[in-house]
Every structure is written in C-alpha cells, then in structure tokens.
C-alpha cells in the first residue's frame, strides 16, 4: 500500500491504471469466491479502487478491520498472510506489471525517435 500511496503522488496517471487493474482483479477474485462474506468485502474493495482509478484519490482502500474476526489474517500456523497478503501480492504484481510497461514503452519510444 505505501507504493501506491507513494505512486499517488508521483505519477498519477501510472496510479489510476494500476488502481483500475487491482479493481478488475478483486472483482475477478469476488466472482470465483464461494464464501458469501469474503466474496462481498472483496467486492467493496474492487468498488473503492474502482473508485480510486477514477478519481486519482486514494481513500482509505484496507479492508475493515473487523473486531474478532480473523477473515482478514493467516490461520493459526499459517505464515501466507491471509487476505491481506494475498492483496499484497496482488498490489505488487500490478504495479510491477505497469511500471514495467511504462518503462519499457518509454525506452522503445525513445529508441524510435532516433531512427
């Protein structure tokens, strides 16, 4: 989340693409999801990047913090992370892909205009 905070700031067109692909995952994720509770906090997370991409604003996009509820974390001996760390992932893995993208479109333009 600190990446896409910083990238907020720095690059906001990046930003709202990368938010757009979360959003486009977490409603592929809530769509194969066969837990009705996780399938509808997956679904309001998709709506608040969703959100996000659209506005260039970065609420707050965590999922709620639920008192007793262990939803969000790994079950006991698990060291995956839970919900959170799959969403992690899933952060990293689109800013990666667009910034590699970025770079990449960027290098081959730069190439070309020398041609």
Same mark, same amino acid.
């Given at each position: 989340?600190?990446? /896409?905070?910083?990238? #907020?700031?720095? +690059?906001? +067109?990046?930003?709202?693409?990368?938010? #757009?692909?979360?959003?486009?995952? /977490?409603?592929?994720? !809530?769509e194969?999801?066969?837990?009705? #509770? @996780?399938q509808?906090?997956?679904?309001?997370?998709?709506?608040?990047?969703?959100?996000?991409? !659209? =506005? %260039?604003?970065? *609420? +707050?996009? @965590? *999922? *709620?913090?639920?008192a %007793?509820?262990?939803? $969000? %974390? *790994?079950?006991?001996? +698990?060291? =995956?992370? %839970? /919900?959170?760390?799959?969403?992690?992932? /899933?952060?990293?893995?689109?800013?990666?892909?667009?910034?590699?993208?970025?770079?990449?479109?960027? =290098? =081959?333009?730069?190439?070309?205009s $020398?041609?």
């Amino acid at each position: 989340m600190q990446q /896409l905070a910083s990238l #907020q700031q720095s +690059d906001n +067109d990046t930003f709202k693409t990368v938010a #757009q692909n979360i959003a486009d995952d /977490l409603t592929a994720e !809530a769509e194969a999801e066969t837990d009705p #509770q @996780r399938q509808q906090m997956l679904t309001e997370l998709a709506a608040k990047f969703s959100e996000a991409a !659209a =506005s %260039g604003e970065m *609420p +707050d996009l @965590r *999922p *709620p913090d639920s008192a %007793g509820n262990a939803m $969000y %974390g *790994p079950p006991p001996g +698990d060291d =995956s992370g %839970g /919900l959170l760390g799959e969403l992690e992932s /899933l952060f990293e893995s689109n800013l990666a892909s667009v910034t590699a993208s970025t770079s990449s479109d960027s =290098s =081959s333009s730069s190439t070309s205009s $020398y041609v």
